[in-house]
């Protein structure tokens, strides 16, 4: 038995001032099921996808929220870790069809950031690390950390950082709905504002509003299939950490992936990960295993990780791009390509969702139903 | 920040354990150091406006956090600084 | 048995201002000049009272020897005047810090920059009466002072603690006494956020009335003289009033110097006289005498008499990072000063 995604649906992601957190949801759930040509009453489950609605908006119980969306109210959950939030959703609902409990079910990723300050949405975001072993801590400071760590033992170089930012943005002049439609030289990047030294603001994700569903099923067997997937956990703190140049957390959910799907880097075409931070993309391709560990900069900067080159990385524009509205990420991540599939543009895909500084990890193997 | 009492309660046992411990830097960046002291690793703040870099040695101490009103209870951390 | 102080710590925090630099900032006459100070210490934004106490006692409880175990101080008192707290103690905060265990009598003393030592004389009749093995008192500020006003260019920051006790002394306790009245020289009400002081009231019916009680009382009732210490220290709340009284009693200015610390770090509150007995137990010899006198606005004074150990040079030869040595010329300007005292 195999998961299927019968349809799907991307909100814009950006600024979304007149975008509340419910008109989100809403958004992505209607438009997923009339991609799906689904009635709302054929959903047997809801699975959602958020991180910061408790913090940002005092709003719990999500899923009851989004079940309430549905004359049926079907059963439903929401599910949190992070910024890895939406693959593990994704997780949630593959494994409720699998079980053979229900056979449709829909999977709604969200979050709604912009209407708080930055240094509120920092605060938030900062939730995400160990509170009292990293206390004091934000992302940007926990990945500068990763990034020098990386640059001391493999000679990463700025310019490597800043290619991966340049090609994101590049890239996400082909998606409409990204929230950046602005490109970037390396030079650009090179020259933005330090943020936490050495990562500077082009090599950061944004703060973004936007919502991505979809529905899968296990009793249609056309449209995109999930072929395998992956989790991987490690210790919340960097402290902790093994070790500080790669994410074991993505080598341990791929190797499951690989596995189960039976594809190897090779079979790949390409990859949505999670490019939090530039350092993230560096390292998710190196523990990919789609580049050597240690060459993912070099990589990057020779083009390598864009159309033409070994693997198409980031299509949509990445998180960096395309923008990271954090529970949506994951969900929006398997939609874009389950799309890019539907069209004829890729034939197997793979997606990469990290939480926190990589104490979650979830990779999906998505591709053409034969 | 509102620091609860409870909260502050917990954690003021476990200072005394790290506190003036001596150690190195592995890496720092913006007020922020992940260091290794003996055999294990640690993440703390550092000193208010200092700059570490790799190699430095350092030394937990006790600072205050800043965070609080007037009202709310003073809250206190370790932080690490240059020896 | 002889009772005295087996450790000290001491705790200045690593910034510095000119009085130059105020005077200049304010448009006026360098008052620190007149004053006899010519730069004072800054706390750090994150550093407070409690913080500077713990690396005082910090330093004081690495220099206890072996014998002696931190988990037998049993009294704990902090004397200053900006503890974090109206209610709740900065010594059950600098306690759980230190982690010095529950049996602990602690309380928090305010007598302005003579909180420290009467904390110091509450200790050591702890210790006396075998209510308690060790005792460890702290003497520590954030001293505030209004903007443009004299005491901008004196009040300083920083700590010291000491532990006594009636084994392995560093310097036992020959004699003490104290003097107290009501006199209103210096005063801050609970809901402001610098003192005001009486001018010129400040000196003669105030430090020094009190200052002079407390030493003729002390030399009267051991039959000392002045000839007979080694050093002498008074409160600084400036570099004029200790040379000033001294003379006065008939000090020579070389037993006084050691003490002149506040030329340099301004006047520390209630850790003045506390860091400025560590900074002469730093550079002490064998069998030398001390005599220590401090002041508290409001007013009293504490003297002290302490006779230092004949192998007091051996017994702290380990001892590192003395008070001398932590004076760095680290100096910041008005803006970044202001930025640290919260303006």
Redesign the interface.
């Given at each position: 038995m195999k998961v299927h995604i019968l349809g799907e649906y991307i909100t814009q992601f950006g600024e979304l001032w007149d975008k509340s957190l419910r008109d989100l949801i809403q958004e992505a759930v209607m438009g997923s099921l009339r991609d799906s040509n689904m009635k709302s009453t054929e959903i047997e489950a809801v699975f959602v996808s958020n991180m910061g609605a408790g913090i940002l908006e005092n709003q719990l119980h999500l899923g009851a929220l989004v079940s309430s969306m549905f004359p049926h109210h079907p059963p439903s959950m929401r599910i949190e870790g992070a910024c890895a939030s939406g693959g593990l959703a994704m997780i949630a609902g593959e494994q409720a069809l699998l079980s053979g409990r229900y056979q449709t079910v829909i999977v709604v990723g969200a979050e709604k950031m912009t209407d708080v300050g930055t240094q509120q949405s920092t605060e938030f975001l900062a939730a995400a690390a160990d509170m009292?072993?990293?206390?004091?801590?934000s992302f940007?400071?926990l990945y500068?950390?990763l990034t020098?760590?990386h640059m001391?033992k493999y000679g990463t170089t700025r310019d490597m950082l800043s290619s991966a930012s340049s090609k994101n943005h590049r890239h996400a002049m082909d998606n409409p709905g990204a929230q950046f439609h602005k490109q970037f030289s390396i030079d650009d990047v090179n020259r933005s504002e330090l943020?936490?030294?050495?990562?500077r603001l082009l090599d950061c994700s944004p703060i973004s509003d936007g919502a991505a569903a979809v529905v899968l099923t296990t009793k249609n067997t056309s449209g995109p299939i999930i072929l395998g997937y992956g989790h991987g956990s490690d210790s919340l703190?960097?402290?902790?950490r093994q070790s500080?140049t790669s994410l074991s957390s993505t080598v341990s959910a791929a190797k499951q992936c690989y596995s189960e799907s039976r594809l190897t880097p090779n079979d790949i075409e390409m990859a949505e990960v999670h490019d939090c931070f530039t350092i993230n993309e560096i390292l998710a391709i190196e523990d990919l295993g789609f580049f050597a560990k240690g060459k993912g900069g070099e990589a990057s900067l020779k083009g390598k990780t864009t159309y033409g080159g070994k693997v198409v990385i980031n299509p949509s524009g990445g998180l960096k791009a395309c923008g990271h509205p954090v529970g949506a990420t994951g969900v929006k991540q398997i939609a874009y390509l389950s799309k890019l599939i539907r069209k004829g543009k890729l034939q197997v895909g793979l997606t990469h969702n990290v939480g926190g500084s990589g104490a979650t990890a979830v990779i999906h193997a998505i591709g053409r139903s034969k | 920040m509102i620091i609860k009492p409870a909260d502050y309660w917990r954690k003021s046992k476990k200072i005394s354990k790290l506190l003036g411990l001596s150690g190195k830097v592995l890496f720092a960046t913006n007020g922020f150091a992940l260091v290794s002291i003996g055999a294990k690793k640690y993440e703390f703040q550092t000193v208010a406006g200092s700059k570490l870099n790799t190699g430095d040695k350092i030394v937990t101490v006790f600072r205050r956090l800043n965070l609080e009103n007037n009202s709310s209870l003073v809250g206190y951390t370790l932080k690490v600084k240059k020896i | 048995m002889p009772i005295g102080i087996v450790s000290y710590g001491a705790y200045l925090p690593g910034f510095l201002i000119k009085s130059e630099e105020i005077a200049t900032v304010h448009r006026s006459n360098n008052f620190g000049i007149s004053l006899g100070v010519n730069s004072k210490t800054v706390p750090d934004f994150d550093e407070d009272t409690a913080t500077i106490s713990i690396e005082a006692g910090l330093q004081a409880i690495s220099r206890l020897p072996k014998s002696q175990n931190p988990n037998d101080i049993n009294t704990l008192f902090i004397g200053s005047e900006s503890h974090p707290y109206a209610v709740k103690p900065t010594g059950t905060i600098v306690a759980a810090a230190l982690g010095l265990g529950e049996n602990l009598a602690t309380a928090d003393l305010q007598f302005a920059c003579k909180a420290g030592t009467q904390g110091l004389q509450i200790c050591l009749s702890y210790v006396k009466s075998s209510m308690a093995k060790l005792g460890m008192a702290i003497g520590a500020d954030t001293a505030q002072s209004a903007p443009g006003d004299a005491l901008e260019y004196t009040a300083g920051a920083g700590g010291a603690a000491f532990v006594v006790g009636k084994n392995n002394l560093l310097a036992h306790l020959v004699h003490t006494a104290s003097v107290t009245t009501d006199t209103p020289d210096f005063w801050r009400r609970p809901q402001e956020t610098h003192p005001q002081h009486a001018g010129r009231f400040s000196g003669e019916p105030a430090y020094f009335y009190h200052v002079k009680s407390a030493t003729q009382k002390i030399l009267t009732q051991t039959g000392l003289s002045p000839k007979d210490f080694d050093y002498c220290l008074f409160h600084t709340p400036n570099g004029k009033f200790p040379k000033a009284i001294a003379s006065e009693l008939g000090f020579t200015p070389v037993q006084l110097k050691h003490s002149l610390l506040v030329q340099n770090i301004g006047n520390l509150y209630a850790g003045s006289t506390m860091v400025g007995l560590a900074g002469i137990l730093d550079i002490a010899k064998n069998n030398q005498k001390i005599l220590m006198v401090s002041y508290g606005s409001g007013s009293g004074s504490d003297a002290f008499i302490w006779q230092c150990s004949p192998n007091l040079e051996d017994l702290k030869k380990t001892f590192t990072n003395p008070v001398r040595s932590q004076i760095k010329d680290n100096f910041i300007s008005y803006t970044d000063y202001c930025q640290r005292m919260g303006r």
């Open positions: 009292e072993l990293e206390f004091g801590s940007p400071v500068s950390l020098q760590a001391q943020v936490a030294d050495p990562i703190s960097l402290s902790d500080l | - | -």
